[in-house]
């Protein structure tokens, strides 16, 4: 690994190994020897000066994760521009565990996916990343939070992690964040809330409850007021994906829910002339058609083209995905 921080100025020690206090039968002792001798030689780095992108995985969704502070020498190599990451334990742990944790990082481009992170992972990323700008990040589901990780070491305070972006993040271009598969065995907090001071992001993909804040029912008196999308989204937007929430809906429920979206895009349409680079919106629903004739947009604006498409999204190392429904509204003129 430490080839890949093109950095031979810098010294590395080896991590100790993990499993120091498990008793090894005699041909594993000297298999360890043999080991711990090579460790003692000189190694070439070659330091790969040109190396522009990096993609690293951690097996598939049952292989754990792997912390970041394993991956620290690509972090630190001078010329990388995009890092892929699959499997990835970004949480406090880890980056406590950074031994350059003031070294710059060059990344422009950052991708998680299946990763373990929190508000002190995106707050860490763009510290560190001052040259971003497209940072892309997907959780991983309970199968990767192994058991060396406390429970309350992995929380996600939606709230929190959209404070980030708004200290740190006024380089981001392109903003992806997608919390469905820890949602499905924990339970996120709070909402990004506005992202509007941002005046670089022009893409940004989230899921419209988490980023305004849920609709609230007239019975609520204690829940937040949602945010309308004209008075959340940066001036400079392009385009807008809302994921679907991956929730189970009956069917009255489903169809509140798609009105709900709808009418919220429809609102922010409206007041399109606030936002004059925006010439796409996608909205993720679930798979397969309405019932009753029921159209997944009923509305026309002028200037607008809706089109209604499945198509199969999600695929991951361990999964074929699913069908989803895309609802693309693109600007004409």
Request: hydrophobic share 35%; net charge negative.
């Amino acid at each position: 690994m430490w080839i890949l921080s093109g950095r031979p100025d810098l010294e590395m020690t080896f991590k100790a190994d993990r499993y120091d206090d498990t008793e090894l039968a005699g041909e594993d002792v000297e298999a360890l020897k043999d080991y711990e001798l090579g460790q003692t030689g000189t190694y070439a780095n070659y330091r790969l000066q040109h190396l522009e992108e990096v993609r690293i995985r951690t097996g598939d969704c049952t292989d754990s994760n792997t912390p970041i502070d394993d991956l620290e020498p690509v972090l630190l190599h001078p010329s990388l521009k995009t890092l892929r990451l699959l499997g990835v334990n970004w949480l406090a742990g880890p980056i406590n565990k950074l031994k350059f944790p003031n070294k710059p990082c060059n990344l422009e481009y950052l991708e998680l996916k299946e990763c373990l992170f929190d508000h002190l992972s995106v707050e860490n990323i763009l510290t560190r990343c001052k040259k971003l700008k497209w940072l892309s990040m997907e959780t991983a589901d309970a199968r990767r939070h192994d058991l060396s990780i406390d429970d309350t070491e992995w929380d996600i305070d939606l709230s929190k992690i959209g404070n980030a972006p708004r200290r740190l993040g006024h380089n981001l271009e392109s903003f992806n964040l997608h919390t469905i598969e820890f949602d499905n065995w924990g339970s996120s907090e709070g909402r990004l809330g506005s992202l509007r001071n941002l005046k670089a992001l022009q893409h940004l993909k989230v899921v419209l409850n988490n980023f305004t804040g849920r609709v609230r029912y007239p019975w609520e008196t204690d829940q937040e007021q949602e945010i309308p999308l004209a008075e959340a989204l940066p001036p400079m937007i392009e385009t807008l994906h809302l994921h679907w929430d991956d929730e189970y809906y009956s069917h009255r429920e489903y169809k509140g829910f798609c009105d709900n979206i709808n009418g919220a895009v429809f609102k922010l349409l409206m007041a399109v002339d606030g936002f004059p680079n925006l010439r796409k919106i996608s909205i993720e629903r679930y798979g397969g058609k309405r019932q009753n004739g029921e159209l997944e947009w009923d509305k026309s604006v002028d200037g607008w083209e809706v089109e209604v498409t499945q198509e199969h999204l999600w695929k991951r190392y361990s999964s074929s995905g699913c069908m989803r429904t895309l609802v693309y509204l693109t600007k004409t003129i």
